[in-house]
């Protein structure tokens, strides 16, 4: 029989650990391109997306993984915000099928708050894979939901979960009720007591679901006590209640009563995971461990991991070397394009060395970019980056930061551009800034053409020296700034972080591609918007005001000398315009400032010619070198610098 179309709302959450396969699930489900991880709390925004079934809209939510509804981190707190404050009509629960225990823990906390949940075991491919037995229907009725099988990454079960969470819906006038968590007959008792005493108001909105706000209160949950303490009709009575419940749990379990209650709630867990879970042992796990022993060795991780990270970084300058060459060949041949299209003048000029000069020179990088990216979520997806991380920890620790930021900082030494785009790994906010502060002081290889010129020029056979030297004074600097960052302006605490380490997983393609997309858009978005206006602006720095008047007729010179076809005619036209470059460049904007800053500089013994130098090194570093060139009447050849200098 043809449903009739009834097109109903229906509000989802999603729910679940870290790493349980929510994004995947949740992309699944919407068809919508999210980012993928494979490390703890990245899912910091909340991502919605839409689905028509059966005659129903689904809206969907992809809550951050969380394993507690504490509210304690910021990813809880949203989390629990939105069950309390947008009344999901259910929740997707995922689960791990791999860490039942772990995972049901959240579970439960899902039911206390008395919402209807769909339980998804995720990742039954492996599960399978290791031999490890659910009994999914004695836990559907240990726990009073449904529960599917899905494999998130494939999109496999993701009807089931449509079909059994249209089942829910339709049948809300059933009452599902979740039997009540038990916490033991001691606790049960006290929170039965609290809960009722809440309860007897019977207007307030806690009244709703007084087990929960009871569970919360004893274990000392400030923003639920307020909540209470101000809108319930006995307050008086629910406050003396609370207090002699928390001195009783005290005294009788040696205890607080958090403590107790999250005991009690493993207790809970652990009961339910013995009834339906057959647990062969497995081999997987003993790989897993071995392989861990071996990456997190005290000793051989070092040489391990400075060896990927080798490989990484090769890869990504070296590799990237071949694209990074059509590109600028592209742009040259653009340039020459639009140059025998439009005639000689401002706009061509614009086109020409402005926005494909400008935005050329970052595109450049879009090669290295990409080659890093794909090593990033190649170790993240395969869960060697936590280890990583857990092995770098320590060092980090003494800059204030945690073992993932390492990875940026090191890639600041091929080029600061994509090192600070890897920072968008990092979870918290404040290791973000912190690194991407401290990657400017890595010298990035676009600053070797400068070091190579002046160590040259003013060090001459002890050159090298001079330039490990200043590598290594980047890192000492970057030290030091951590460290009085640490105590000045980034000073709130190192947010506790426990280490995640996922089991081993073989990177499906998908989710490499996805998150190698995701933050290569990012650069681009960056690309065609800032870095188009900076590239426009500095352009016009540069060019205006227009310099009418030279000091010779430059032009008339190249043209006489252009009709000559011999060598020597060729290096005077190139004298010409580097001297008509020179000029133009002193008279324009640039220029100006380069001799506006000249009593900031001058003291360090700089000429105008450097603070110009200076000034267009902004654009990218290694322009300093070439605008020396101009402004010295000499060309960009080092070596010629080097003497002059
Ligand atoms: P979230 O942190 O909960 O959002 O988890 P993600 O969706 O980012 O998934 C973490 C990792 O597990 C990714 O590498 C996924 O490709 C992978 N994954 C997700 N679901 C499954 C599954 O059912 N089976 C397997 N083998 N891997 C999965
Ligand atoms: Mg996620």
Not at 46 to 66: A, E, H, I, M, W
Not at 169 to 190: A, S, W
Not at 410 to 437: H, K, Q, Y
Request: glycine fraction near 8%.
């Amino acid at each position: 029989m043809e449903k009739i179309s009834v097109n109903k709302e229906i509000k989802v959450a999603l729910a679940g650990n870290p790493n349980s396969g929510k994004t995947s699930i949740f992309n699944a489900l919407t068809g919508a391109h999210q980012r993928v991880a494979n490390f703890p709390g990245v899912t910091v925004e909340k991502r919605t997306g839409r689905r028509r079934y059966n005659g129903y809209n689904f809206q969907f939510v992809d809550l951050p993984g969380t394993y507690n509804l504490s509210a304690f981190s910021p990813d809880e707190k949203v989390a629990r915000d939105f069950i309390i404050n947008e009344n999901p009509d259910l929740i997707i629960n995922v689960i791990d099928s791999g860490s039942l225990e772990r995972g049901l823990y959240l579970t439960m906390q899902l039911i206390e708050m008395g919402v209807d949940v769909v339980i998804d075991l995720n990742m039954w491919d492996e599960a399978k894979e290791s031999g490890l037995e659910i009994d999914t229907q004695k836990l559907a009725l240990l726990l009073g939901a449904p529960v599917v099988k899905t494999i998130g990454n494939r999109g496999q079960g993701i009807d089931g979960l449509l079909d059994a969470a249209v089942g829910l819906v339709e049948n809300k006038d059933k009452g599902h009720r979740h039997p009540p968590v038990t916490y033991g007959p001691k606790l049960d008792d006290i929170v039965a007591d609290l809960s009722q005493e809440i309860s007897s108001c019977g207007s307030c909105r806690a009244c709703r679901n007084p087990r929960w706000v009871a569970v919360r209160m004893l274990e000392g949950d400030k923003d639920i006590e307020g909540e209470i303490l101000t809108h319930n009709r006995n307050r008086a009575r629910v406050r003396s209640r609370l207090g002699q419940s928390i001195k009783h749990i005290r005294t009788t379990t040696k205890n607080d009563p958090e403590f107790a209650l999250t005991e009690g709630r493993y207790g809970y867990v652990a009961g339910v995971v013995r009834e339906v879970v057959k647990r062969p042992t497995s081999d997987r796990m003993q790989l897993s461990v071995y392989i861990d022993n071996l990456l997190t060795h005290r000793f051989w991780g070092y040489p391990i991991f400075l060896l990927l990270m080798w490989l990484i970084f090769q890869a990504t300058f070296k590799i990237g070397a071949y694209p990074m060459d059509w590109i600028n060949a592209g742009a040259s041949w653009l340039q020459a394009e639009i140059g025998s299209l439009i005639p000689a003048g401002i706009i061509s000029d614009l086109l020409i060395n402005g926005v494909l000069g400008g935005v050329g020179a970052v595109a450049v990088f879009l090669p290295n970019i990409v080659i890093l990216f794909l090593g990033i979520a190649l170790l993240e997806d395969s869960g060697y980056m936590a280890r990583a991380a857990f092995l770098m920890d320590r060092l980090m620790h003494y800059l204030g930061l945690h073992g993932k930021s390492f990875i940026p900082l090191l890639m600041g030494f091929g080029c600061n551009v994509p090192a600070i785009m890897a920072t968008r790994t990092l979870e918290s906010r404040r290791d973000r800034i912190l690194t991407v502060m401290l990657i400017p002081m890595m010298s990035c290889s676009a600053r070797l053409p400068v070091y190579v010129l002046f160590a040259g020029a003013f060090f001459g056979a002890h050159a090298g020296n001079a330039i490990f030297s200043l590598y290594l004074f980047g890192v000492a600097a970057a030290i030091l700034m951590a460290r009085l960052l640490q105590k000045t302006l980034l000073r709130t605490a190192e947010t506790p972080f426990v280490m995640e380490l996922p089991p081993y997983r073989w990177p499906t393609w998908k989710s490499i591609v996805i998150h190698m997309w995701e933050r290569t858009r990012i650069y681009l978005n960056k690309m065609g918007g800032v870095i188009l206006i900076a590239s426009v602006i500095l352009w016009g720095l540069g060019n205006f005001p227009v310099k009418k008047e030279f000091s010779q007729d430059y032009d008339a010179q190249i043209a006489q000398y252009s009709s000559q076809n011999t060598p020597e005619a060729k290096a005077e036209i190139n004298r010409l315009q580097i001297l008509k470059s020179s000029e133009k460049l002193e008279y324009s904007l640039i220029g100006r400032l380069g001799h506006a800053t000249l009593p900031a500089v001058q003291p360090l013994g700089f000429t105008w010619e450097m603070g110009i130098s200076i000034i267009t090194g902004f654009v990218a570093k290694e322009v300093v070198v070439s605008t020396m060139g101009v402004l010295y009447h000499l060309g960009d050849e080092t070596s010629t610098l080097i003497k002059t200098l």
